[in-house]
């Protein structure tokens, strides 16, 4: 089986010299397609470090990363914007959406940016839209919705144009308990539906039973919650 995310010794050293800090240490790391893992430890653990270098925001200093049979390590910089294109979609805890753009905007330039045409975008974003049953507010600036209603367009631009693979950095954090859960829950049934690999980084145990499996991490290690049966 082709794993949907192979990461062994994967290490990530910030700076240099006596500034060095090392955040990741001999990370390993596999995600089956279609699971659905949640990530949790303390804050500085390397969370979002781990998570952008899965992202391909990061490169990491260390070790081996394959994201659906695809080599990332190794791979010039420049190449890496390409496979985030083509592989992954994020959802951020402050949702990131562009303030100046309404919600169907925002969706489109997503997939505009990997070539949709500008009819089907607008006809894809507005099916994602409705999906997160957001179909009335599509035309709302986010400074207009409600912190779960921007969560839920965040969710429907990180899952606009199908990417295989969705990563989620405390997308509830800035939710209440209510709110985080209902996103959650709608994450995770689109990304079900869709067979989307999911990785969740989040302090919310509220959420933990929608997970496959939570991973620990602390201090840039991972301390419990290794994928069965594969080999290191
Ligand atoms: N660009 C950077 N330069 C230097 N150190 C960094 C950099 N980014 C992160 N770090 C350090 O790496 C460690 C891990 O950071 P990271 O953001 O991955 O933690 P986290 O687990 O996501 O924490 P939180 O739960 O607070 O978001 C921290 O000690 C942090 O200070
Ligand atoms: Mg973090």
Do not use: W, Y
């Not at 082709?2 to 994967?10: E, P, Q």
């Not at 500034?19 to 949790?40: I, K, N, S, W, Y």
């Amino acid at each position: 089986m082709t794993l949907a995310i192979d990461a062994r010794g994967l290490g990530k050293v910030f700076g240099a010299g006596a500034l060095a800090f090392r955040a990741l240490d001999a990370v390993d790391f596999q995600v089956t397609p279609g699971e659905l893992v949640m990530l949790v430890g303390p804050s500085g653990s390397g969370k979002t470090t781990l998570l952008s270098i899965l992202g391909c925001v990061l490169t990491a200093t260390e070790g081996e990363l394959r994201l659906f049979g695809e080599r990332v390590s190794g791979r010039p910089e420049r190449e890496l914007p390409l496979l985030r294109r083509a592989l992954i979609g994020f959802v951020f805890q402050g949702h990131n959406l562009i303030g100046a753009l309404s919600a169907r905007d925002n969706v489109r330039l997503v997939l505009e940016s990997r070539g949709t045409t500008a009819h089907a975008a607008r006809a894809e974003a507005d099916a994602l839209l409705a999906a997160v049953g957001l179909a009335d507010k599509r035309d709302r600036l986010p400074a207009e919705l409600s912190g779960g209603q921007r969560q839920r367009v965040a969710i429907a631009r990180a899952l606009a144009g199908a990417p295989p693979l969705v990563l989620a950095d405390e997308p509830t954090a800035a939710l209440d308990a209510h709110a985080g859960l209902e996103v959650t829950e709608l994450l995770t049934r689109m990304c079900r539906e869709r067979g989307t690999t999911v990785v969740v980084v989040t302090h919310d145990n509220r959420i933990f039973h929608l997970a496959d499996r939570i991973v620990h991490i602390e201090d840039g290690r991972i301390v419990d919650g290794r994928l069965s049966g594969v080999a290191a």
